[in-house]
């Protein structure tokens, strides 16, 4: 079983739409948690962090359920600019703070 | 943020021959250094973790005499891929924090093709 697993996609919307993405991690020490995003043939840049507690940023919101380990990503009122490949991070209790990548979810978002 | 340089953003070699790759912190002093590699239609796989001074942490799998890193200053981080063969054709990352714990900060990436 991968350590972080994500439907790889694709997922086709139009403009406006609303899309969510599930991501599931298997080591229970895990302590912090990531959406990346990564254009094609860029490096991954931080979307933003997971909380238990939910957060939100603009028309992304974020949440963590630990008991579940399970972390979703919103996207609300899609943008043609949010066509990108999504990365669920998960970041372990080791001592260097290794960062683990689910294989990514491609989100294209149409017209 | 910070701002991190990976220098080749690409490479194409003979296969047999050895391609050293840079990774520089820019804006602030990189205790800790991170190489990862990432194949077509795959995740980010972490190679190998740097600190500066010592000797670097492989992950498993990773051959250490063939991916040589060297972290001789808190700004700079190198990945040697020794006697490159076609598998090693890669999107090869490097990543930047203050201390192990911290955010990590991804370089634009280099792109090795090997031939």
């Known amino acids: 079983r991968k350590e972080v697993e994500q439907d790889p996609g694709p997922f086709n919307v139009p403009e406006g739409a609303t899309v969510a993405f599930n991501c599931t991690y298997s080591?229970?020490?895990?302590?912090?948690f990531f959406w990346y995003r990564q254009d094609c043939r860029k490096e991954p840049k931080l979307l933003m962090s997971?909380?238990?507690s939910g957060n939100e940023d603009g028309r992304f919101t974020a949440q963590l359920n630990r008991a579940s380990q399970y972390i979703s990503l919103l996207i609300r009122d899609s943008k043609l600019s949010d066509s990108a490949t999504y990365l669920c991070?998960?970041?372990?209790?080791?001592?260097?703070?290794?960062?683990?990548f689910g294989q990514g979810t491609i989100l294209t978002v149409h017209p | 943020g910070a701002v991190v340089s990976q220098h080749p953003s690409w490479v194409i070699c003979k296969s047999g021959t050895s391609v050293k790759i840079e990774c520089r912190s820019l804006?602030?002093?990189?205790?800790?250094m991170f190489w990862y590699r990432q194949f077509p239609k795959q995740s980010l796989m972490l190679m190998a973790t740097?600190?500066?001074?010592?000797?670097?942490?492989?992950e498993q799998g990773v051959e250490k005499d063939k991916f040589l890193i060297n972290h001789a200053s808190l700004t700079l981080s190198t990945l040697t891929v020794t006697s490159a063969h076609p598998e090693d054709s890669s999107f090869y990352i490097c990543?930047?924090?203050?201390?192990?714990?911290?955010?990590?900060?991804f370089g634009p990436g280099t792109r090795l093709l090997v031939l």
């Open positions: 990543s930047v924090s203050r201390r192990s714990q911290e955010t990590q900060y």
């Open positions: 804006d602030f002093q990189a205790t800790t």
């Open positions: 991070v998960v970041s372990g209790g080791t001592s260097y703070g290794k960062l683990t």
């Open positions: 740097s600190n500066e001074g010592s000797k670097a942490t492989y």
């Open positions: 997971v909380y238990s």
């Open positions: 080591n229970s020490a895990s302590q912090s």
